[in-house]
């Protein structure tokens, strides 16, 4: 997810945010008839503060409710969505896991359309939860793990990325410390530990992981960090996917925290970023093309199978198509993105996608989201790779119990191996008369237990889910 929608919402008492991005930022808006325009976003500068703080940022994709420019409803109709859901149920039998396979006992692995688990098909009920290393007590760990367990949840997707330019004032989870070109790993109690601790109690629960490798938005450090710190030109975000010494500085992480965890079964699949982009908080250079991001992708993933073969490689990106005949900004290529192109790439396993209509000006919502969503089904089918719902989540309580239900029927109806709605909200894990990451925020798209109607819908639909494939 992005920090738009009012979300990425990171909530530290008393704490000040180190990773503060700045507040004052042009916007690139897009309209139907592909005429750009610029907006600038300000808002007052978070200081020290005793309150949660909320981050927002804007989508580049389209306006936002945070800019003061209007999102530009597309007259053009994004898809002709067959939104029927044709019950196209797909019972891969165990037999059907191919014998060629060199994956050890454990790893999740891509067979056709589906997952294999050890012969068996694997699909699953999932999660987001971004800040689950951020906890600081194991029993927080052992509780959100127990929470999740709880409704379901086979995958948590969460960040596998931290880095600062300054040791933090406050409690917080780091792995990676800038200083100048350079950053050093933080193997302590506050960094690659509390990774560790993520592992151990989602192995002590049975949920697998999807590890996130870095950010396209600036939450946690992001790809722009990397560009300014290894001494690239900043001008442009797409500059991140062409400089070599932010692609060996990533590559070195990379090297790290896969190397960490290779041996893990625990770990379902590495993905590359979250939500990349050729333009960030800094627009795209103009030449830069969407065939020299896929190949960026394609090096990356490469990268990662040359250290770690047995664990599956996703991007992490929204499932944005790169569509001659189609302007809507979701199909055009205008993020830079060509999902069908990225899916068929060797190195990647399985395809994965994001929907957040309101953010990206689509209307009607939810007949736009049962669009989407078929038109990804058609490209799993196509292609011939599985395909998860990665994240999604509508703007309002009211919204979401309206929204949520047909989208997920669509998910599984469809075959897609998975959906992971953004995101859980933490309850219960406070700790009093203690300065701990609290977990969580005060986020509207916070899944919380309390709203006990979307979680009844989340845990009746996590079961109908995992029924299809008993573990
Ligand atoms: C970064 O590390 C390299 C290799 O160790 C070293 O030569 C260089 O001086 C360092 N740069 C900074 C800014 O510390
Ligand atoms: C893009 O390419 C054109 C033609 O090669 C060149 O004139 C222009 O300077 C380039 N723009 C940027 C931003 O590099
Ligand atoms: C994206 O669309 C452009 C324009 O139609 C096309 O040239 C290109 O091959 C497409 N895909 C990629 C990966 O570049
Ligand atoms: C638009 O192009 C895509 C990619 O070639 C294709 O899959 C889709 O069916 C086309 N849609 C229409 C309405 O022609």
Same mark, same amino acid.
């Given at each position: 997810?992005?920090?738009t /929608?009012?979300f990425a919402v990171?909530a530290l ?7 503060q991005?700045?507040? +004052? +930022?042009?916007?690139?808006v897009r309209?139907s008839c592909g005429?750009e325009?610029t907006?600038?976003?300000?808002a &007052?500068?978070?200081?020290?503060t005793?309150?949660?703080t909320t981050? *927002?940022?804007?989508?580049?994709l389209t #306006?936002q409710s945070?800019?003061?420019v @209007?999102p530009v409803s597309?007259t053009? #109709? ?5 939104? @029927?859901?044709t019950?196209t ?7 059907s896991a191919?014998a ?6 454990g790893?999740?692995?891509a067979?056709?359309? /589906?997952?294999t688990?050890?012969?068996e098909?694997?699909?699953?009920a999932g999660?987001? &939860?971004y800040?689950v290393? %951020?906890l600081?007590l194991e *029993? !927080?760990?052992d509780?959100t793990f127990?929470l999740?367990a709880?409704i379901?949840? +086979?995958?948590? +997707?969460? $960040? @596998? ?11 917080m989870?780091?792995?990676q410390l ?8 933080? =193997?302590g109690a506050n960094?690659?530990e509390?990774l ?7 192995e002590k629960y049975?949920?697998k992981?999807i ?9 946690f450090?992001?790809? =722009?960090?990397?560009? *300014?710190q290894t ?10 996917y062409?400089y !070599?010494?932010?692609i ?8 790290t925290i896969?190397?960490?965890?290779k041996s893990?079964?625990?770990?379902? &699949?590495?993905?590359? &970023?979250?939500?990349?982009r /050729?333009s960030g908080d800094k627009p795209?250079?103009p030449?830069?093309?969407v065939a !020299?991001?896929? %190949?960026?992708?394609?090096?990356? @993933?490469a990268?990662?199978k040359?250290?770690d ?5 996703a ?8 569509w001659s005949?189609n ?6 290529g205008?993020?830079?993105m060509d ?6 790439l *060797?190195?990647i396993d399985f395809?994965t996608f994001h929907?957040y209509?309101?953010a990206w000006?689509e209307?009607?919502a939810e =007949? $736009?989201?049962?669009?989407y969503i078929q038109a990804?089904i058609n490209?799993m089918?196509?292609?011939g790779?599985p395909v ?5 989540n509508?703007n309002?309580y ?8 047909? $989208?997920i029927?669509l998910a599984?109806s469809?075959?897609l191996s998975?959906?992971?709605?953004w ?6 894990l406070s700790?009093?008369?203690?300065s701990v990451?609290q977990?969580?925020?005060?986020d509207?798209m916070d899944?919380y237990?309390s709203k006990?109607?979307?979680w ?6 996590g #079961? ?7 573990l």
């Amino acid at each position: 997810m992005l920090p738009t /929608k009012l979300f990425a919402v990171v909530a530290l008492l008393p704490f000040v945010l180190a990773w503060q991005r700045p507040y +004052r +930022r042009d916007i690139v808006v897009r309209d139907s008839c592909g005429n750009e325009y610029t907006t600038t976003e300000t808002a &007052a500068p978070t200081t020290t503060t005793a309150q949660p703080t909320t981050q *927002s940022t804007s989508n580049p994709l389209t #306006a936002q409710s945070t800019t003061t420019v @209007a999102p530009v409803s597309s007259t053009v #109709a994004p898809i002709s969505s067959t939104t @029927a859901a044709t019950s196209t149920t797909k019972t891969t039998t165990t037999s059907s896991a191919p014998a060629t396979s060199t994956v050890p006992a454990g790893f999740v692995k891509a067979s056709g359309t /589906k997952f294999t688990l050890d012969g068996e098909q694997y699909c699953f009920a999932g999660m987001n &939860a971004y800040w689950v290393p %951020q906890l600081v007590l194991e *029993s !927080q760990y052992d509780a959100t793990f127990a929470l999740l367990a709880s409704i379901g949840v +086979r995958v948590l +997707r969460t $960040w @596998a990325f931290s880095m600062v330019t300054a040791v933090p004032s406050y409690d917080m989870t780091y792995y990676q410390l800038w200083s100048g070109s350079n950053f050093t790993i933080n =193997e302590g109690a506050n960094g690659l530990e509390r990774l560790d601790l993520t592992v151990k109690y989602a192995e002590k629960y049975g949920i697998k992981l999807i590890m996130t490798l870095a950010n396209q938005w600036s939450d946690f450090g992001g790809m =722009e960090m990397y560009l *300014s710190q290894t001494g690239g030109d900043t001008t442009y975000h797409s500059n991140f996917y062409t400089y !070599q010494p932010a692609i060996t500085a990533f590559e070195s992480y990379i090297n790290t925290i896969v190397t960490r965890y290779k041996s893990s079964t625990t770990v379902f &699949a590495w993905e590359i &970023a979250n939500e990349p982009r /050729k333009s960030g908080d800094k627009p795209a250079d103009p030449n830069f093309t969407v065939a !020299q991001l896929t %190949q960026w992708i394609s090096d990356r @993933a490469a990268y990662i199978k040359s250290i770690d073969s047995n664990h599956m490689v996703a991007i992490g990106d929204e499932g944005f198509y790169n569509w001659s005949n189609n302007t809507n900004v979701a199909y055009d290529g205008y993020a830079g993105m060509d999902f069908e192109a990225n899916l068929k790439l *060797s190195n990647i396993d399985f395809g994965t996608f994001h929907l957040y209509p309101e953010a990206w000006g689509e209307t009607p919502a939810e =007949e $736009w989201g049962l669009g989407y969503i078929q038109a990804h089904i058609n490209s799993m089918n196509e292609i011939g790779k599985p395909v998860v719902l990665e994240e999604f989540n509508m703007n309002t309580y009211a919204e979401q119990l309206a929204t949520l239900p047909s $989208w997920i029927d669509l998910a599984i109806s469809g075959g897609l191996s998975g959906w992971m709605p953004w995101g859980l909200g933490a309850e219960d894990l406070s700790v009093t008369g203690s300065s701990v990451w609290q977990g969580g925020g005060s986020d509207s798209m916070d899944l919380y237990a309390s709203k006990s109607d979307i979680w009844s819908i989340l845990k009746a639909d996590g #079961a109908i889910m995992n029924t299809k494939c008993p573990l």
